[in-house]
C-alpha cells in the first residue's frame, strides 16, 4: 500500500459506465480501503444504468495526498466535449504527485486529450478510438487487456476485471499466486482457482 492512506477515490459523473469498476471497489472494499467518491460537484450524479451516487466530495475538495488511487470509469461524458477534462487534469496531478491512476474506457481518451498516454505504455478499446483525439503517443498503444506503466493503469470497456487485477497488483493487495488465481476465478470462471484463495 502507498502513502499513509487507505482511501482509494472514485470519480463519478453523469453517465458513468456502471460494469467498469464494481470488481476494482468491491474488492478494495474487502481489503481494508475505503472508497469514496468524487463528482463535478457534490450533486448527485446518473449512472448509464440509472443509478444515482451522491458524491462524497467534489472534484475541486480532492488532494492527491489524501489518496493512494484515483479511479476514472468511462462515461460518455468523455466524449461528448470538455466537461470530464477537470478529472484528467487532476490525474495529471495525481501521477505528478506518485500516486497512481486507473482510468478505464473513456477515461482513457481523457487522458489521452490530456496528454498524459504520449510518454506511457498504455492501452484502452481499440488503437483508433484514442487516435481520434490527436494524441501523441500512438506508438506506445499496446493490444492487452490492461496495461501499467509508472503508476497509471489503462484498460478497455470489456476488462473490467483486468482493471482490478492491475490495481490489486499495484497496490499490493494479494500475493502473486493469490492475484492470479483471482483473476482466473472472476475472468476465467477457473474453478481451481478457489483452492488458492482458500487456502491463503
Not at 480501503?33 to 462524497?56: A, F, H, K, N
Not at 501521477?95 to 487522458?111: K, M, Y
Request: aromatic share 8%; proline share 4%.
Amino acid at each position: 500500500m502507498t502513502g499513509t492512506s487507505s482511501v482509494v477515490h472514485l470519480a463519478v459523473y453523469d453517465t458513468l459506465a456502471d460494469w467498469e469498476t464494481g470488481y476494482t471497489t468491491a474488492f478494495l472494499a474487502q481489503n481494508g480501503y475505503t472508497v469514496r467518491t468524487v463528482g463535478p460537484g457534490r450533486e448527485s450524479v446518473t449512472t448509464m444504468g440509472g443509478l444515482r451516487i451522491q458524491p462524497d466530495l467534489a472534484l475541486a475538495e480532492l488532494r492527491p495526498e489524501d489518496s493512494v488511487l484515483l479511479v476514472l470509469p468511462g462515461a460518455g461524458l468523455w466524449d461528448a466535449g470538455d466537461n470530464l477534462a477537470p478529472f484528467a487534469r487532476t490525474a495529471r496531478a495525481f501521477l505528478d504527485a506518485e500516486v497512481p491512476v486507473a482510468a478505464i474506457c473513456g477515461a482513457t481518451a481523457g487522458l489521452a486529450r490530456e496528454g498524459l498516454l504520449d510518454d506511457r505504455a498504455h492501452t484502452s478499446a481499440v488503437s483508433f478510438y484514442l487516435a481520434a483525439t490527436g494524441y501523441g503517443g500512438g506508438a506506445r498503444y499496446v493490444d492487452a487487456d490492461a496495461v501499467t506503466d509508472r503508476g497509471l493503469i489503462t484498460a478497455g470497456p470489456t476488462e473490467p476485471v483486468a482493471l482490478a487485477r492491475e490495481v490489486f497488483g499495484l497496490l499490493g493487495v494479494y500475493g502473486e499466486e493469490k492475484l492470479g488465481a483471482w483473476y482466473r476465478l472472476f475472468h476465467d470462471s477457473d474453478p481451481s482457482a478457489y483452492e488458492v484463495l482458500e487456502g491463503e
